[in-house]
Structure formats: structure tokens, C-alpha cells
């Protein structure tokens, strides 16, 4: 099972950003994925975890109307656009893989992770 982030930058307050997660070795309808943020000295913050069909998605408050997922299920990838972005949101973004994250969107019911990428929001 591999998953691997990109698409990270350094933005400026108002911009907007795609992140994708290009995952491969298992079949995802057997896994939700979920999109995690984490700063230095804080837990992974779950922010948006979705079923294989992208209807179903959970959000956290803190990115709900903002942040936004979706999929192409025939690059196996699944994106994470981000539009109004504030400092606030400068973190390191994780993709991950499990079977329950739809419904506990956590960095505990995450099974597989993949490499971050980083997302700065300055003026």
C-alpha cells in the first residue's frame, strides 16, 4: 500500500491550492481516505476523510465550505482543493488510508499514511 502527497506551495492569504494523493496497491472500496494536517508540536488533525464515491465526505469545522474533496478514480488519485486559505492553515498535509475513516475521521483510524507535503499561507 503506497500513498504519496504533493502538491503543497507557498501561498498567499485568500489563494487557493490542490493537494493530491496518488495511492496504489489496495482496492478503495475497501477504504475511505482521509486528508491530515499536522504543525510542529500538535496531533494530526483530521480534515476531511471520503468514501470511494465522493458523495459521502465528513469535514472538520475548521475547513468545512473551505476545503473540498474529490477523486479520479481512473489516476487512483484523490484531491484536496483548498480555496480561502489563511496563515492558519500552514501545516505539513498528510493523505491516509483506512476502513473506518468515514466515520472517525482520526489520525487513530488511519491504517496506511503517506509522505507529507508542506503548505504555507504568508503574505
Known amino acids: 500500500v503506497q500513498l504519496q502527497a504533493s502538491g503543497g506551495g507557498l501561498v498567499q492569504p485568500g489563494d487557493s491550492l490542490r493537494l493530491s494523493c496518488a495511492y496504489s496497491g489496495f482496492t478503495l472500496s475497501y477504504f475511505s481516505i482521509g486528508w491530515f494536517r499536522q504543525v510542529p508540536g500538535k496531533e494530526r488533525e483530521g480534515l476531511a476523510c471520503t468514501a470511494y464515491n465522493t458523495e459521502s465526505a465528513n469535514y472538520a469545522d475548521s475547513v468545512k465550505g473551505r476545503f473540498a474533496v474529490s477523486r479520479d478514480n481512473a489516476k487512483n488519485t484523490v484531491y484536496l482543493q483548498m480555496d480561502g486559505l489563511k496563515p492558519e492553515d500552514t501545516a505539513v498535509y498528510f493523505c491516509?488510508?483506512?476502513?473506518?475513516?468515514?466515520?472517525?475521521?482520526?489520525?487513530?483510524?488511519?491504517?496506511?499514511w503517506g509522505q507529507g507535503t508542506q503548505v504555507t499561507v504568508s503574505s
Open positions: 491516509a488510508a483506512g476502513t473506518l475513516l468515514l466515520h472517525r475521521c482520526t489520525e487513530a483510524a488511519a491504517e496506511y
